[in-house]
């Protein structure tokens, strides 16, 4: 079982993503030590030393060093980001063939350690890894979970902010489904500082009447290949909700995340892993708030589910 003492997680990939993560974490004192696996060795050991050589300056010391695959025995969390920087205008699905051999020999190394925390993966296409690493490492669904919706909802909610001018984190509501072009804004869930979303702009739409939900909706799905255009990849958004899962899992903090976990008989849907509100504990993904959707929002997910699902066959 998982700790519960808030000591040691490990990353696995210390490629763009997974060194932001790691100084995401660094940086908010979450954990006691911080372990970085990488196939360069030498790139590992660097980024820890970078990573130590600023503790003076951060709130809390947290031990970072390079290791091994037997440093996740006692591990409370291993966090999985190999993978490559996909190319402009690709898909993450697209990344599926190259991925998928990485991932296999990666878990199979952390639960040859006699690793038993939580697994959370990033590696893309995720929804499709974290249901292969669960087959693959046979840990209770509760200790697999990946990213899932959890940043493009973050990323929804900035867009909002920045179409009305306000504070983001005054906004409710989910992205859910695929990480990828199947996602969907669950408008039904949306809300503005406690009001509906489609009650907020008729109400005021002397004010916000060039706001359009579909025009956020589409900027929410393009904003990552956006930024992958631009700069060659993502790295500060996906590492800081890395961080903030890892937080709400080590701290026990009973957070609902829309990561993505195993529907089994949740909105009808069985043996596939998608982005839902979930809460997260101490020994994971627990239970999956099942929410309201209206007719054309369960079709949306049952759209999401087939496409991932087509992509998991074959795998094992």
């Known amino acids: 079982m998982v700790t519960m003492n808030r000591n040691k997680v490990v990353i696995v990939g210390t490629g763009q993503v ?3 993560a790691a100084f995401a974490i660094v940086t908010h004192g979450l954990c006691n030590e911080l372990v970085l696996i990488d196939h360069l060795a030498a790139k590992a050991t660097g980024e820890s030393h970078d990573l130590d050589d600023g503790s003076e300056f951060q709130d809390r010391h947290v031990k970072v060093r390079t290791g091994e ?3 996740c025995k006692d591990a409370d969390i291993v966090v999985i980001t190999v993978g490559r920087k996909p190319p402009a205008n ?3 699905l697209a990344e599926l063939g190259f991925t998928v051999g990485l991932v296999g020999d990666v878990v199979d190394h952390v639960m040859a350690s006699g690793f038993n925390g939580v697994i959370v993966m990033v ?3 995720v ?3 974290a249901w292969y690493a669960w087959k693959r490492s046979g840990l209770p669904r509760t200790q697999v979970l990946g990213t899932g919706t959890a940043l493009d909802t973050s990323r929804l909610k900035t867009i909002i902010g920045e179409e009305t001018g306000l504070d983001p984190r005054n906004v409710g509501g989910f992205v859910m489904g695929e990480h990828g072009d199947s996602q969907f804004t669950a408008w039904s869930t949306v809300s503005l ?3 509906p979303f489609a009650c907020f702009l008729a109400d005021n739409q002397d004010r916000f009447a060039s706001v359009s939900t579909a025009e956020i909706e589409e900027k929410t799905r393009m904003r ?3 930024i992958v255009a631009a700069k060659g990849g993502t790295n500060f958004g996906i590492a800081s909700t890395v961080a903030g899962i890892v937080q709400t899992i080590l701290w026990d903090e009973r957070r609902i995340v829309p990561v993505s976990t195993l529907l089994d008989g949740e909105y009808g849907e069985h043996d596939v892993f ?3 509100p979930t809460e997260l504990r101490a020994n994971g993904a627990n239970e999956i708030v099942e929410l309201d959707l209206t007719d054309e929002e369960h079709a949306k997910l049952h759209h999401s589910a087939e496409l991932v699902r087509s992509y998991c066959e074959g795998l094992l």
């Open 18 to 20: 997974g060194a932001t």
């Open 69 to 71: 695959y037997a440093d």
């Open 90 to 92: 690709s898909t993450r």
């Open 123 to 125: 590696s893309n296409p």
């Open 127 to 129: 929804d499709v890894m």
């Open 193 to 195: 500082g406690g009001k």
């Open 224 to 226: 990552g290949n956006e």
């Open 274 to 276: 998608l982005g839902v």
